[in-house]
Structure formats: C-alpha cells, structure tokens
C-alpha cells in the first residue's frame, strides 16, 4: 500500500490536474479499501494506511471546492473526516472569513482548508511517512 500511497503524493509535486489527482485518488482509495478489509495485516499499519488516505481524499474535495467555488462544496471540505488528521491545519481552519464575507462556520473551515490546499498536501505526507515508518517499526 506505501506504493499506491506514494504515486498518490508524487500527483502533488508535478503538474497534475486535479482531474487526474482525482482519478488518481479514487484509484487508490478502490486499492486502500481492499486492503483495509482483508483479515491480514497489522493493526498499526492499516491506521497509518487509511489516516494517509482520507487526508488525500479531503486534498481531493478541497481542490475540487477551490475549482467549482459552491457554497455545499466547501461545507463538504469544512466537515470532512480528514481535517481531525492534520492538526496543524487547525489555526487555518478558524481564521474568520474575509471582512464583508458571510459564511457559515462549516463553509468557512472548507473554504480555508481549500485555500491551504498545500498544507493539507504537506499533511498527506506527513501520514505517507507515518505508514512508511510503521512498516519499518514492524519489519525490525
């Protein structure tokens, strides 16, 4: 799964779309979810693995939110699961909206997460690097 994970990453780096992060997202996320069903594995690894993937997935809709600019599409983004996975996404996520800008609370969290679309990018690997030590913790 690190390899999927990894060429997950490697979509941030370069000039990729988001259509094609997107796909590339989903992809692994198919892969990701196999893995995470079968009965072998370790525990700690397999946390590590979907952390790692549902920091991608909200890297997904963010990117996707900063593109469409909808109101339900950053109230997707300010609640996703993935948020409570970047800890230091948090003073981003609370800053208050522009002066003169109105938004609900979940919508501004998307809106602030979307625009540190890095951030969440940097988080994503910070959880690949989790799943990579985990690996190596558990090979001695």
């Known amino acids: 799964m690190l390899e999927v994970l990894q060429a997950v990453q490697a979509m941030t780096t370069g000039n990729a779309t988001p259509q094609e992060y997107t796909s590339r997202v989903a992809n692994a996320k198919v892969q990701v979810e196999k893995y995470l069903h079968t009965g072998e594995g370790d525990r700690v690894i397999k946390a590590r693995v979907y952390e790692a993937m549902i920091v ?16 339900s599409d950053y109230e997707e983004v300010g609640t996703h699961p993935g948020l409570g996975f970047c ?25 602030n997460a979307a625009e540190n679309l890095e951030r969440v990018w940097l988080c994503a690997a910070g959880k690949i690097d989790a799943v990579e030590q985990a690996i190596k913790a558990r090979s001695g």
């Open 56 to 71: 991608h997935l909200l890297a997904a809709t963010a990117w996707k939110a900063k593109i469409v600019n909808r109101q």
């Open 87 to 111: 800890p230091d996404l948090r003073p981003l996520l609370d800053l208050p909206p522009p002066t003169g800008v109105d938004r609900p609370p979940a919508m501004n969290r998307g809106a």
